[in-house]
């Protein structure tokens, strides 16, 4: 075999494996599709940075847990910043988890993945921090389990669960507006 003949295997050989079982920033997430990934840091309340079991690469990308808002530090967020960033941090850093899709917005303004996440089939972990009180439901975007997740923020704030029982009125008022 020639040179050439060789390096156009190669190439192939790589081509090949990498749409097989690569993973990279253009990769399209696909509704109905589920990944597997380690949690491997809890930015926030709401954030957490991922690696892909299929990323042969090993990039940790930064994902937002869609439908779901939870209280930041800066600005007017920080009421119950530290206890939602501490309730997702005890639940998911370093555990493996099933990632779904939504079947409209994929990816945030910035590029970074808005997933559904789960703990095996039937614990919904963007569902248990708005159950818990340690979020809110975003009402500035579509989303498939959307009115679900009002049901449950519906319940936690009469049951005064989580930032719903610690925090201002004020503060509270400026949520779901």
């Known amino acids: 075999m020639g040179r ?11 081509v090949g494996f990498g749409i097989g ?7 399209k ?3 109905g599709v589920t990944q597997e990934a380690t949690v ?14 299929n990323d042969l690469v090993g ?3 930064t994902a937002k847990l869609k439908g779901v808002v ?5 600005d007017d967020g920080a009421c119950f910043a530290e206890n939602s960033k501490r309730f997702l941090n005890d639940l998911l850093n370093g555990t493996t988890v099933t990632v779904m899709w939504d079947s409209g917005d ?28 340690n979020g809110w439901v ?25 930032l719903w029982g610690s925090c201002s009125e004020e503060f509270l008022s400026k949520l779901t507006h």
Not at 21 to 27: A, Q
Not at 115 to 126: A, E, T
């Open 138 to 162: 975003a009402r500035m975007f579509p989303g498939d389990r959307k009115e679900a997740y009002l049901a449950f923020e519906a319940k936690a704030r009469a049951e005064k669960r989580g």
């Open 59 to 61: 990039e940790v990308r």
């Open 106 to 133: 994929k990816v945030d303004s910035k590029g970074n993945p808005l997933v559904y996440l789960w703990l095996g089939k039937f614990l919904d972990i963007n569902g248990l921090v708005v159950t818990t009180g």
């Open 29 to 31: 997430f696909e509704y």
């Open 4 to 14: 050439k003949t060789s390096l156009m295997a190669l190439i192939l050989l790589f």
């Open 21 to 27: 079982m690569g993973f990279d920033r253009n990769t």
């Open 40 to 53: 491997t840091k809890v930015v926030d309340g709401n954030t957490v940075e991922l690696l892909f079991r």
């Open 70 to 74: 939870a209280s930041w530090k800066g």
